[in-house]
């Protein structure tokens, strides 16, 4: 036999040695053994937060529309509501009443709620402001179409009583860009049968000097007409309002007199 052949034999016999032996080693290896660690901690800790499950509209109670809902542990603010710290707030906080309007899924916080013992106006009243209703109807506040939170002018119209006027009614912007707090409402039936909205009193949110402003024009006008405006104008500065009605020279001593649609002043005895 050809040396070649014996060294290819041997290096067969030697490749199936080997093959079986490594076959052999596998077999003997034990099955892994399923080893339970016990319940695992998620990835992201969680907590508790109280929610709103529903929307909710301004002046609206809450009832029925909290629940609780996990939350990322790291992105619970502060002001939302925990069932850790307060494990009984679902049952504490039915019945109470939304300050603003709030939204489903949006976290509950105490400060959009109208608190113990506070009426619902002013707590929604900012600080600094006054809250004056004055008498409005269906054809003074643009066909019944303003509602809270819209904008609005103030339209005074009176008589002039001037000699040699050639216009009997004098029309003047009295307050510029108003937040209407509220709009009573009350279902009446219009000429053709259908049920509608109107609105006998606007609340309107003031400052003391509009306030005082108002309250005139009130006594001076024949009627007093809204006019709505447009959410875009809600930052806009209001200008040229109708100060002369209580500002007057403000000299001491003088009381503002208010005849026949006219404003004078005169000496007050002291």
Known sequence: MAASRLIILGVAVAAAGGAGYVAKNMAAVPP????????????????DVLVLSGDVPMGAPVDGHLSWQAWPADGVHA????????????????????RVAMYG??????????????SFMSSILPGGKRAVATRIAADTSAGGFILPNDFVDVIMTRRNDAENSNSSYITETVLKNIKVLAIDQAIQEDEEGRRVKVGETATLELTPQQAEIITVAQQMAERLTLSLRSVADAQELADGEADYLVAGSGRRGTVRLIKAG?????????
């Open 32 to 47: 892994p053994v399923a080893v339970n660690a016990g319940p695992q901690e998620p990835a992201v800790r969680l907590s």
């Open 79 to 98: 002001t939302f509501i925990t069932r850790s710290a307060e494990p009984d707030a679902l049952e504490k906080l039915q019945g109470s009443i939304a």
């Open 105 to 118: 899924g949006e976290p509950l916080r105490r400060s959009k709620l109208v608190g113990d013992g506070q």
């Open 262 to 270: 006219e404003v004078s002043e005169v000496g007050a005895r002291r």
